[in-house]
């Protein structure tokens, strides 16, 4: 899962008396788990080249697979606290009183280290589950605050949500609280996919809206793994179809997540009663609608039945369809009747004055009879897909969608 890509933030730390090196000077192992998993979704066929390593390889590495049970009770080891405050190394949320160097354990949380692995840690580095679940919790509430910008609590959130996971892997723990873990960590970053498409003030957003989108997939692939480790052992989570969902509707449009594996097949893979259910059959309504062309199915379905949380992954392809719509209007209309823009109002379920602006942004010119009702002329020559950047318009209906259809599971 998280162990070798990330933006260049540091998390593993030294420790006096332990021999330890700084943690910018770790060797890099990967941080191996039951639930990890090669760039597909499935796991890897070992190699011929695998099956023939020797057995003192082998030895080593289940050394380096073998799990610690972790004894910090705080958000963040006190030798990580002190060498962080003596480098100066603590995000502002972390500051006491605004101070660069000093913090507490009620502010500080444990960094994402990209080059620490089970061998190189110690029990008192590495949180148990309950002080996970916590620091989760504190994370996530970090949210409601006013106090910073959205960018600002997203980047320290999604540094320190990756160091829960990888203090999970290191101890190999798989429990429905676990999975619930994931779940909210799931649920952050498509929130996060949500708000940082708004955050179009600022250049830096397009970096770390990719960053975000990488780090969903990992999670959902993750999880993934969770439910079927979960339905091995004979148990089955609620939320499993929901969750499974996001998957089809990251296989839309240009900027499509996949893992490589084909979509039939992934299908293929997955129990009856998680096909048969309402989410999924949302999901692939939603993607034959959109492969097929037809906007006006695809845009009312998704106002009447999307979650709140399908609707943040839909929306960059709500645009790419009513692009569609209006090209196929403007190319399949007749030149001396133009369209109403109150039609094209209802049939892209936006605003009339959004619809103008719309227009103008695909480079289509917009008229007005004496009574004051306005047109698109069709056959314009002067059609153009919009240029990067192109605002989101809400969509007609959206204030209703609620994340409904996610439970925790007991």
Known sequence: ???????????????????????SSYTSRPVRSSYEFS???????????????????????????????????????????????RLRDLAVIERLNGNPAKTSPSLAVKKFCRTISTMDSHPSDVRPLQVLEDTLSYLLNLLNSSEHPFEVL???????????RQDLVMQNIVNHRVIYMYEEMVKFHITSHHK???????????????????????????????????????????NEAYFRSFYLLLQLGSNSHSTGESLSLWLRRLPTPIIKSKEMNFGRRILRFFRIGNYKQFLSFTATEASFLQYCLLEPSINEVRILAVSCINNGGYKLFPYPLQDLSKLLLMQESDVESFCY??????????????????????????????????????????????????
């Not at 073998?66 to 962080?84: F, K």
């Not at 056959?379 to 969608?401: A, I």
């Open 361 to 410: 942004s695909c480079g289509l010119e917009i008229i007005t009879d004496e009574a004051g009702n306005k047109f698109l002329p069709t056959k314009q020559t002067s059609f153009s897909r919009p240029k990067v950047g192109f605002p989101y318009y809400s969509l007609l209906g959206s204030e209703r969608l609620t994340d409904r259809g996610y439970m925790r599971a007991n």
């Open 196 to 238: 940082l498409s708004r955050c179009s003030s600022n250049s830096d957003i397009s970096p770390l809206h990719h960053l975000n989108m990488e780090q969903l997939s990992k999670c959902l692939l993750s999880i993934y793994e969770l439910y079927n480790a979960n339905r091995e052992s004979g148990a089955c989570n609620v």
């Open 39 to 85: 760039s597909s979704s499935s796991l890897s066929k070992p190699s011929n080249r695998d099956e023939e390593r020797t057995t003192r390889s082998i030895a080593k590495e289940e050394e380096e697979d073998s799990s610690i049970v972790g004894t910090c009770l705080d958000m963040c080891p006190a030798e990580e606290r002190a060498q962080r405050e």
């Open 1 to 23: 899962m998280d162990k070798g890509e990330d933006r260049g933030g540091r998390g593993g730390l030294g420790y006096r008396g332990r021999s330890r090196r700084p943690y």
């Open 154 to 164: 997203h980047d320290f959130i999604f540094d320190r949500t990756r160091s829960i």
